[in-house]
């Protein structure tokens, strides 16, 4: 490991520090296919009097269901726009193994509108709430890390849901 590793790792640690998962969810991915992961995601206002940016979107998670040597790596689409992410991404690929998976972002802006976090974080779960939506969590970070918010939702999904997916597997007989 090189002195540069130890900075992009402070940054990392940093940035995945001030992203909040404010309404988490609690279902587990599907074994095989793909599942979908609704979110909002309320970043912080860029300047002083500026309103919140809340963003309504979804990320879908697909497994193959045959494992080959092409898709062994995990793969993201519409989640970053700057190098900083994509090093701090490339950080932690390096130190995880999440392979065969492939992440597809999408995205607009929501019509809720708010002044604070605080105020919006409200907003939507008391909306979420009066729909009895259960699967759509609330995320909230700085602006300029909207796609690693949205990196560690989906990565928290993933790892939460691998007892029940082996749990499946072993169903299945494909384990011991």
Known sequence: MSFDDFGVE???????????????VSFSL?????????????????????????????????????????????EFRNFFESQEEHEMVQFLMKRTVIPQLKFDNT?????????????AVALLNRKLD????????????PPELAGIALLRYALERVIESQPHNVQELRERGFLP
């Open 130 to 141: 009066a729909e009895e939506q259960e699967r759509v969590a609330v995320l909230t970070a």
């Open 10 to 24: 402070r940054r990392f640690h940093e940035a995945w520090d001030a992203i909040r998962i404010a309404r988490p």
């Open 107 to 119: 995205s607009h802006s929501s019509d809720i509108r708010s002044d604070s976090v605080e105020e």
């Open 30 to 74: 599907f074994t095989f296919g793909e599942t979908e992961l609704p979110y909002y995601l309320v970043c912080h206002p860029q300047s002083e009097g500026a309103t919140v940016k809340i963003t309504e979107g979804e990320i879908k998670v697909t497994r193959p269901m045959l494992i080959t040597p092409d898709n062994m790596d995990a």
